[in-house]
């Protein structure tokens, strides 16, 4: 009920600012249009957001016969997980990296790279894929997939307006924003797509790397993924849109730019503590599996 509280939220929050931003630069017809923009917006990112998000990163889907290993590990983890199989997706990417996405388990779908493949172990693989099925089973899904387009949608109403600004379409009036509308605009879009980022909690990584860890039966392969994957990530980046960068198992930007200060991925090394069965730093604990640490820490959230 939590993540659909989130999910409800998150709907609620995009649409006003679309509403508002069409107020600034359109006035009431400006707010009429981007009222409509957003209830298709909603619409179209339940029904549509996985195949938006897998066709922007050229994900090719693939069957038992064309990836077979894939296949195995996916449906073992599966299995386990008492989750249906989902539709299996390779990115032609040479970075490492991976992410699930779907309305719900039943329309589920995983995605990895081919660096990926090619520069981990089988163990570390299925360590990456029970992470990203964990968060199908813990139903993470549909928000991220659901934040990903309605921040594309804003970056594109942006565009749309500094376009007829440069070409006169607004107008400095009552009803719309004119240049001020352009100027809100300009401020808005980069902090909506921020707000989009911590939209969703870092913590249900925590919680994505325990119920990854306990469908493997241990997390010392999640671990070593994660070390892997960090150690790759500032020689391999990965070209992304910002606003998408939650879905994945790590944030596929590099460097160390503003924007990590609110990146929704908690820092590597404090996962690979938790998984390893203590915390970095203060607090620090020992003989705490990282499965209760990450649902002590998301129980402490709740409260």
Known sequence: ??????????????????????????????????FLLAAAINFFSYWY?????????????VDRHQAPELWSMVAELSQRAGLPMPKLYIIPEQAPN???????????????????????????IMGVLAHELAHVKNHDILIGSIAATMAGAIMILANLARWSAIFGGMRDDEEGGGILGLIAMSIIAPIAAMIIQMAVSRSREYLADATGASFMGEGESLARALEKLGAYSGRLPLKTNPATSHLFIVAPLSGRSLASL???????EERI???????????????????????????????
């Open 1 to 34: 009920m939590g993540n659909r509280i989130k999910t409800a939220f998150l709907l609620a929050g995009m649409t006003a600012l679309l509403i508002l931003i069409g107020r600034l630069v359109g006035g009431r017809t400006g707010m009429l249009v981007a």
């Open 98 to 124: 991976a992410f699930a996405t779907g309305r719900n388990p039943d329309h589920a779908a995983v995605a990895v790279t081919e660096g990926l493949l090619r520069l981990m172990e089988r163990r570390e």
């Open 262 to 268: 609110f990146s929704t991925h908690p820092p590597l």
């Open 273 to 303: 503590a938790r998984l390893r069965g203590r915390r970095s730093g203060p607090g620090r604990t020992e003989g705490v599996s990282a499965a209760d640490q990450a649902r002590n820490f998301w129980d402490s959230l709740s409260d």
């Open 49 to 61: 957001s996985d195949k938006i998000v897998l066709r922007m990163y050229g994900a090719r889907r």
